[in-house]
C-alpha cells in the first residue's frame, strides 16, 4: 500500500502556499481598502458628533467666550482661569456633591438594586402576572421625558397631587421640601427598566440546580445571592453600574421637574452647567465644567473597568 505525503509547501489538493505570504488580513477576504470602506461612515459620524464637539469644548474652556457681547466677536485666550475659577467656585461644588448623590441614590442603589430585586423576583414567574409587571416599568423607560416630567409634577403638586390624596397630606410640597429625594425617586423610577432587563438575562445563565442545591441545605435567600448569585453575574453587575452610574452623572432631565431649585438645592452638574453656559452666557466657563466632568466621567469608568479587569483575572 503506497501512503501519499504531502512536502510542507505543499497541500493535499495540490496548492502551494507563496512563500512568505502572510495570511489573509480578515476572514471575510475583503481586503484592507474594502474592509476600510466599511468603517468610513461611522468614522465619519464619530469625527462629526464626538472629536470635533469634543475639541471645540477644550477650545472654548480656556476662552473667556460668551453668547454675547464683544467676547462673543473677540474671544480671548484666558489659560486655565475658567478651570481654577470652577474649582474655586461654592456653588461648582455644591453642584458637584448633589451630582453624586443623586448617582448614589437613583443609580447605584435606586436603579440598580430595585431592578435586581424585581429581575430576582421574577425570575421563576411564567404567564400574564410577569408580563404585565414588565410591560409597566418598561413603558416608563420608553417614555419621553418631558411626559414622564409632567406626570411626576401632577404627582407630586401641593395642591391637587395625586401622592398627596393617596397619603391624605394636603399642602405638602414634595418637590419644594424635598427636592434632592424627588429627583432621585423619580430618576429611579424612570431609569429602573435597564437594570432589570440586564440582571433578567444575567439571572438566566444561574443554573437553577444550584439554586434548588443551596436551598435544600439549608441556605437562606441572601446565601444563596451571596455565594451562587453574584458571583456568577458579578461582570453584569459591574456592567450595569458602568453604565447607569454614567447616565445619570451627565442626566439632564431633573431640570424638568425642578429646574434646579429651590434655591440651588437640586442643581447637580449638568443643570449647572446649562445655567452658566446658556442662560448666562458665558459659553467659555461652561465650558470649562463641562471639561471636568469629562475627567470625573473617565474617572469613574476607569474605576469600573478596573474591577471588570480583577474579575477576569481571578477568571
Do not use: C
Amino acid at each position: 500500500m503506497v501512503q501519499v505525503t504531502s512536502r510542507p509547501d505543499e497541500t493535499v489538493g495540490g496548492e502551494r502556499p507563496v512563500p512568505g505570504a502572510s495570511p489573509a488580513p480578515d476572514a471575510a477576504g475583503l481586503g484592507r481598502a474594502r474592509a476600510a470602506g466599511f468603517l468610513v461612515p461611522s468614522m465619519v459620524l464619530i469625527l462629526v458628533f464626538l472629536v470635533v464637539p469634543a475639541a471645540w469644548t477644550i477650545y472654548l474652556g480656556v476662552t473667556n467666550y460668551r453668547l454675547t457681547g464683544l467676547a462673543a466677536a473677540n474671544p480671548e485666550i484666558v489659560g486655565l482661569d475658567n478651570y481654577t475659577a470652577a474649582l474655586g467656585d461654592e456653588r461648582f461644588r455644591t453642584s458637584l456633591l448633589l451630582t453624586l448623590q443623586f448617582v448614589l441614590g437613583s443609580a447605584v442603589i435606586g436603579q440598580a438594586g430595585l431592578g435586581f430585586a424585581i429581575a430576582f423576583a421574577l425570575r421563576d414567574r411564567r404567564g400574564p402576572l410577569r408580563r404585565v409587571v414588565e410591560a409597566f416599568i418598561l413603558l416608563s423607560w420608553i417614555l419621553p421625558s418631558s411626559v414622564v416630567a409632567f406626570l411626576w409634577i401632577a404627582l407630586l403638586d401641593r395642591d391637587a397631587g395625586t401622592l398627596n390624596v393617596l397619603l391624605g397630606t394636603p399642602g405638602m410640597a414634595w418637590l419644594l421640601d424635598h427636592p434632592m429625594l424627588s429627583i432621585i425617586i423619580f430618576n429611579t423610577w424612570r431609569g429602573t427598566a435597564f437594570s432589570m432587563m440586564l440582571y433578567a438575562a444575567a439571572l438566566e445563565n444561574v443554573p437553577r440546580s444550584h439554586l434548588e442545591t443551596a436551598r435544600l441545605a439549608g441556605a437562606s435567600t441572601w446565601q444563596q445571592l451571596r455565594d451562587v448569585v453574584f458571583p456568577r453575574i458579578r461582570g453584569h453587575v459591574l456592567t450595569n453600574l458602568l453604565l447607569i452610574s454614567l447616565w445619570t452623572f451627565n442626566d439632564f432631565t431633573p431640570f424638568l421637574i425642578t429646574a434646579g431649585g429651590p434655591e440651588q438645592r437640586s442643581e447637580i452638574l449638568a443643570v449647572y452647567v446649562y445655567k452658566v453656559a446658556l442662560s448666562g452666557g458665558e459659553l467659555g466657563f461652561g465650558a470649562a465644567i463641562s471639561f471636568i466632568m469629562l475627567l470625573i466621567n473617565l474617572v469613574i469608568a476607569l474605576v469600573y473597568l478596573r474591577l471588570l479587569g480583577r474579575r477576569k483575572e481571578r477568571a
